[in-house]
């Protein structure tokens, strides 16, 4: 069975830094690509970045410079490394996956994408 598993989420004080981690199974993913979502209580859900099987990256424009997404395909393993975390990251951070390797135009893999984590929540104190 496919499956997504993030973990790493907690509460942090502004500042400071975080690394998520989304365990995949089942499939081979160094072909897909891979993305990070967040979704702040009452807010849509919004890409945070993507990266596609070529290693190609993109970032929303208010975490770059702040997070790294890498994988590590021998691990089957999407990271994100989130620094200087701002109290407006809080959310629960999904890691999602689609088989159509590109980022599409949108910049976060082509929609709707085909499989999701349950999510880990992310909290930034002030």
């Known amino acids: 069975q496919v499956q997504l598993v993030e973990s790493g989420g907690g509460s942090v004080q502004a500042g400071g830094s975080l690394r998520l981690s989304c365990a995949h199974s089942?499939?081979?993913?160094?072909?897909?690509?891979m993305g990070w979502f967040r979704q702040a209580p009452g807010k849509e859900r919004e890409g945070v970045a993507a990266i596609d099987s070529n290693g190609s990256t993109n970032y929303a424009d208010s975490v770059k410079g702040r997070f790294t997404i890498s994988k590590d395909n021998a691990k089957n393993t999407l990271y994100l490394q989130m620094n200087s975390l701002k109290p407006e990251d809080t959310a629960m951070y999904y890691c999602a996956a689609d088989h159509r390797s590109g980022l599409g135009s949108g910049g976060y893999c082509y929609r709707p994408l085909e499989l999701w984590g349950q999510g880990t929540l992310v909290t930034v104190h002030s």
């Open positions: 089942g499939y081979t993913y160094s072909s897909y690509c």
